[in-house]
């Protein structure tokens, strides 16, 4: 049974003009706007909520039997769907396979294996072998374990080698030309007592922090205190370094200059002396010295600058006897 369609009375409705003349009061006027308004709430209530509650409800909007869905009333048919995804077979029917660790047999427990091995998993990756669960296996270098752990040391080895430091067996005999490998053969006191495992080194560059000594820190303390070379850039001056720590130490940049110091000077004076004896000889003009002021050395000063000037440094930790 088809669903009765909705049609105004007059057909065009409130267009039509013969059911519809102008108004010569205000009661005529509410009444035909009223009216329109008046079929549709009668065709709802009457007609549609009827044919939708009726037993054919579904069959008079077009719903027909499908497999175990009945053509019957609209409650009944929407029972039928929600017991069809839930009951035994459910999650075959929207394409849910079983596979491993998810053998539900209804769309909830298919659901609720999904959500176990998500549960499950998560802790796998949290736990102490959480690297080795996705395929991380152990490499020189890297630790084997959390995979928070692995993602931290290689950023680590990141930022050491964007620092220009070599990272630890990130050199292998392998990698070393031969001569360069022979060399360090050669160095037998470190090779045969495994001294040069101990060697570390950090580079780097830094801007001046202003004028004065400064404080400089590494960026992962040693284990003793290195010995350190820094080199300013561009810099008509020197860098003065002390305080070393296996944390840091403290620089200085400094520009030579002079002070103080006088010139020296030299008084000289006109005199006439008589080119022979007698009463009227002639006289021969002479210039002679009268005094001599010797001059004074410059002391040489240096002063501090708090220009940005760059400033390269190499600290090197030598555990061994190399």
């Known amino acids: 049974m088809a669903l009765e369609r909705m049609a105004f009375n007059p057909e065009q409705g409130f267009a039509d003009a013969a059911a519809y003349p102008d108004p010569t009061n205000e009661e005529e006027v509410r009444e035909q706007l009223m009216r329109p308004q008046m079929q549709l709430r009668d065709y709802i209530n009457t007609v549609l909520l009827t044919a939708l509650e009726s037993a054919a409800g579904a069959a008079n909007i077009g719903g027909a039997a499908v497999g175990k869905l009945p053509a019957g009333n609209m409650q009944g048919l929407l029972q039928a769907l929600y017991d069809w995804f839930t ?54 270098g890297i630790p084997e374990g959390t995979l928070q752990a692995v993602l931290e040391s290689l950023a680590g080895q990141i930022r050491d080698v964007n620092a220009g430091i ?38 780097g560059t830094f801007q001046n922090a202003g ?3 400064n404080t400089f820190r590494f960026r992962e303390a040693f ?36 002070s103080g110091g006088t010139p020296g000077s030299v008084s000289s004076e006109k005199v006439f002396v008589g ?48």
């Open 87 to 140: 009951e035994a077979g459910g999650a075959g029917r929207v394409g849910v396979k079983a596979v491993k660790d998810v053998q539900g047999d209804t769309v909830q427990t298919a659901l609720e294996g999904v959500q176990a091995n998500l549960v499950a998993y998560r802790q796998q990756l949290q736990g102490s072998q959480g690297a080795r669960a996705i395929g991380v296996s152990q490499y020189p």
């Open 211 to 213: 004028a004065g000594w």
């Open 275 to 322: 080119a022979a004896t007698g009463t009227s000889p002639a006289h021969n003009e002479k210039t002679v010295v009268t005094a001599v002021n010797l001059p004074t050395m410059q002391t040489a000063t240096t002063a501090t600058t708090s220009a940005a000037v760059e400033i390269g440094y190499i600290a090197v930790e030598y555990g061994g006897d190399i």
């Open 223 to 258: 284990d003793e205190a290195p010995r350190v070379t820094v080199t300013a850039y561009d810099f008509a001056g020197f860098v003065m370094v002390k305080g070393v720590t296996a944390e840091g130490f403290l620089y200085c940049l400094r520009i030579p200059g002079w």
């Open 166 to 203: 070599i990272p630890d067996f990130g050199v292998t005999w392998a990698k070393l030309a031969q001569d360069v490998a022979d060399m360090i053969e050669a160095v037998s006191a470190s090779q045969t007592s495994g001294e040069l495992d101990d060697y570390r080194m950090e580079t």
